[in-house]
């Protein structure tokens, strides 16, 4: 017997959605008080008037906790009280109005922030915006911290976010379009593109996989990724999620593609490439050598990240007679008390490094940073005393979790913590063998891997035009074209 079941729309329900607009205001106040269950619902609120302009009757819809009440007052209600005109759109002040026929589009507006206008005698609403959702103030970015560049970032507000890009993008070319996702809670993704530019087999492909989303809600762009990967068991992103302006909009000047939501303070940019997770905005506001030299780190990092600790156990496991021998008997005396195999240690002091930094994500901001160094520095030199961990694994496992710091972004971060797992019980069983197999693997499935039709290793392997801004980037001087792995319209950039 079940006891719970999924209570999906009712056939009333939905055939009410889809009735047409009455042209008797009576019918339509009454339909509406039925939709939005007014006499329960505190927030939604009812506002009968009469137009100045044929003293026909009018009633307002809308959600009182999600508009702007003066701009309803002022550029709603005070000019259908005092103006004249041929037209509601020409008396009230709003900057922008629509007209509907359906209950379908009323719900759909006034739970976008939007009040809804019915006219006695019209068989249409009119729908207005003054949407006016809570959002945090524009601030410094937080997980991608620059030195060096713009520091301001996404706000959980579309529009503010819109503005920002704007800002810093100004063409006449550039595209906002909405595409409506949701069954139960209907959200909107915004696809940003710069119209002369993009490739339009991509960005058809986006729109389909966009319109085949079957969800009762999709309520922000963290969601929404989950749903357009077409690997979701995959540990290899396919999507970049940035909370940084100006870095959306350096991609849109090369082709690619922006989406975004409401409630989300980022965005995601497709297609992308393995080497766009090892770039920083930084590296284009610093002198060439010097954000070469930033990236020069962050690739050293990715490999100490994911391989230090695997080697330290495959070698001194399996190849003992590659180190020197004054080291050897360094690392044998430390660990002649202790009861695990090496592999045991590199494996708890890992998770317990992991322990620390989600512990000092969760504890409050003000606790975090002391708790998590003093946690560390205090497990780390209770464990060597109590014998569990020799001195030269505390090193080992340092420098492998500091490494993961230097890759900011979050997908691919995680991705290098879980192959680091992978990458020891490889050198543990085989030694250098094993890691050496297992790491070849892990470089096959990543070349086999596509973000919307474009190999992950590209314009490297296999080989595309482009700025050479792979590994190391050229001087701006020297950037003539645009990546051609995404097929923009215009390759060629203007000095």
Not at 45 to 67: A, E, H, N, P
Not at 257 to 272: G, K
Not at 376 to 394: D, F, K, R, T
Request: glycine share 6%.
């Amino acid at each position: 017997m079940r006891f719970f079941q999924n209570k999906k729309p009712t056939k009333k329900e939905k055939e009410d959605q889809k009735l047409p607009i009455h042209p008797t205001l009576t019918e339509n106040i009454d339909k509406m008080k039925q939709l939005f269950s007014y006499d329960i619902n505190k927030d939604f609120s009812m506002r009968t008037l009469t137009i100045q302009q044929d003293q026909k009757k009018g009633c307002l819809f809308y959600y009182g906790s999600i508009v702007d009440g003066a701009m309803i007052n002022e550029h709603i209600i005070k000019p259908l009280f005092e103006n004249k005109g041929d037209s509601i759109k020409n008396i009230v002040t709003i900057e922008n109005v629509e007209e509907t026929t359906e209950f379908k589009t009323v719900i759909q507006n006034i739970n976008s922030g939007k009040a809804m206008l019915f006219v006695d005698g019209e068989g249409i609403a009119y729908a207005m915006d003054v949407a006016k959702f809570e959002h945090r103030n524009v601030a410094k970015s937080e997980n991608e911290s620059v030195i060096k560049g713009p520091q301001d970032a996404f706000t959980e507000s579309l529009n503010v976010n819109l503005s920002l890009i704007r800002k810093q993008l100004h063409s006449k070319h550039l595209i906002n379009e909405g595409i409506q996702i949701g069954e139960k809670s209907v959200s909107e993704v915004n696809i940003l593109y710069v119209k002369d530019l993009v490739n339009d087999d991509i960005l058809n492909n986006i729109k389909e996989r966009i319109n085949d989303i079957n969800a009762d809600t999709v309520r922000n762009l963290e969601v929404l990724e989950q749903y357009l990967e077409e690997r979701p068991y995959s540990l290899i992103p396919t999507m970049l999620y940035t909370e940084k302006p100006d870095r959306a909009a350096s991609y849109l000047e090369d082709g690619f593609i922006v989406l975004l939501m409401d409630s989300s303070s980022a965005c995601l940019i497709v297609p992308v490439t393995f080497w766009s997770f090892f770039h920083s905005p930084e590296d284009r506001y610093l002198r060439f050598l010097y954000g070469n030299a930033s990236r020069i780190i962050r690739l050293c990092c990715f490999f100490l990240t994911s391989l230090v600790s695997a080697t330290f156990v495959a070698i001194t496991n399996f190849h003992s007679e590659m180190i020197p021998p004054d080291l050897l008997l360094a690392i044998t005396a430390s660990r002649e008390r202790v009861p695990f195999p090496l592999i045991i240690e590199i494996l708890l002091m890992e998770l317990a490094f992991e322990i620390i930094r989600e512990a000092g994500l969760r504890i409050p901001n003000p606790l975090g940073p002391t708790i998590g160094i003093v946690g560390a520095l205090i497990l780390g030199q209770a464990a060597v005393e109590a014998n569990i961990i020799s001195p030269i694994i505390v090193i080992v496992v340092a420098l492998s979790g500091l490494s993961s710091f230097a890759l900011s972004e979050v997908n691919i971060n995680f991705t290098v913590r879980l192959m680091r797992f992978i990458f020891i019980i490889a050198g543990g069983f085989f030694g250098m063998l094993g890691l050496t197999g297992a790491f070849l693997l892990f470089f096959m499935y990543t070349a086999s891997v596509r973000s919307f039709g474009v190999p992950f290793f590209s314009p490297m392997s296999p080989h595309f035009i482009s700025s050479n801004d792979t590994i190391f980037r050229s001087t701006i001087q020297k950037e003539k074209y645009r990546p051609d792995y995404i097929k923009p319209k215009d390759i060629q950039k203007k000095g």
